[in-house]
């Protein structure tokens, strides 16, 4: 047995009490005026969207059924309830219509599935949360943010977190830029280069040099530094050779820590330069950075 209610002008149903049935039938004051002041709160979270230069909502089409449909209640169903409205299914619910879907909410709105959840976008989509945090966690799987056809951006007001309880991967497949400070490094077809407007500053205990052809073969040894202190009292220079090939021909950096300071250089013969003192005092090749391999 089926049946059915039919208003070809429009149908409201309330459950707003009228004491003593006195008053209009189709008296909505309560539920346009509970309508009106949604519509005008969603237009000043609208507002704020477009501000921060986010997706908006098309709050227009709630505004115009409102004036066109709801208050003449012209070929519409309008239904309100001043303490609360339910509806539930045994199976299934279905909310379909031809233009736009509006909900809207004084405060909390809450929808929670215990499968999966599905939101898709024919065109566009945006999140834009006004003044509280926007929150994107997962308990147990990973999260997956994919521009497969276009660009991605992330940009921060304040500091900008990065990190991960283990390793983190930066690939790119025609480059990798770093820019801070006035400062630079450019990873790009086989070439690292950096610079920067003022000072560089490096501070190891060793440097190691791979060769180029694959990583498999493991680093290269660094060139083994032979101290020689025959260059006269007080002084001190070191000789560095080659492991692989056992020349004197190479080219390389070096820093030589002593108990009074720091001597930096650059020689392309086997013998640092010389480091003189007025006292006897302990001096240490902190690090060897090989620019060019010695031949046979």
């Known amino acids: 047995m089926s049946g059915e209610l039919r208003a070809g002008k429009g149908l409201f149903v309330a459950a707003d009490a009228q004491a003593k049935a006195q008053g209009e039938a189709l008296d909505r004051d ?5 309508i009106d002041r949604l519509n005008q709160q969603m237009q000043q979270l609208e507002m704020a969207a477009e501000k921060a230069q986010a997706l908006k909502g098309d709050v227009d089409s709630q505004i115009q059924m ?3 449909r709801l208050k003449p209640l ?4 309008l239904f309100s309830a001043p303490e609360g409205m339910a509806m539930t299914s045994g199976e299934d619910m279905q909310l379909a219509a031809a233009r736009n879907v509006a909900i809207n909410a004084g405060e909390d709105f809450s929808a929670g599935v215990m499968g999966n959840a599905t939101l898709l976008a024919g065109e566009k989509l945006g999140l834009f949360a006004r003044t509280g945090q926007l929150s994107l966690k997962s308990g147990e799987g990973p999260i997956d943010v994919q521009a497969q056809n276009a660009s991605m951006r992330l940009f921060a007001e304040k500091k900008l ?7 983190i991967s930066f690939v790119g497949k025609k480059r990798i830029t770093l820019i801070g400070g006035g400062s630079y490094l450019r990873l790009e077809a086989g070439k690292v280069e950096y610079g920067t407007t003022a000072s560089y500053m490096r501070k ?3 440097t190691m040099a791979a060769g180029s052809s694959s990583l498999e073969q493991g ?7 032979l101290p020689d202190l025959s260059c006269g009292p007080n002084t001190a220079c070191f000789r560095v ?4 090939t056992g020349s004197e021909d190479m080219e390389f950096a070096y820093q030589v820590q002593t108990s009074t300071g720091t001597v930096v250089g650059r020689t392309d013969s086997a013998l640092t330069h010389v480091v003189n003192s007025d006292t006897e005092e302990n001096v240490n090749l902190d690090y060897v950075f090989q620019i060019r391999a010695g031949t046979r």
């Open 30 to 34: 309560a539920a346009l005026k509970e």
């Open 66 to 68: 409102f004036e066109q």
């Open 74 to 77: 012209s070929e519409a169903v």
């Open 161 to 167: 977190t990065l990190s991960s309880a283990s390793d």
């Open 204 to 206: 190891v205990k060793r």
């Open 219 to 225: 680093p290269a040894e660094l060139p083994a530094p």
């Open 241 to 244: 050779l080659d492991s692989l």
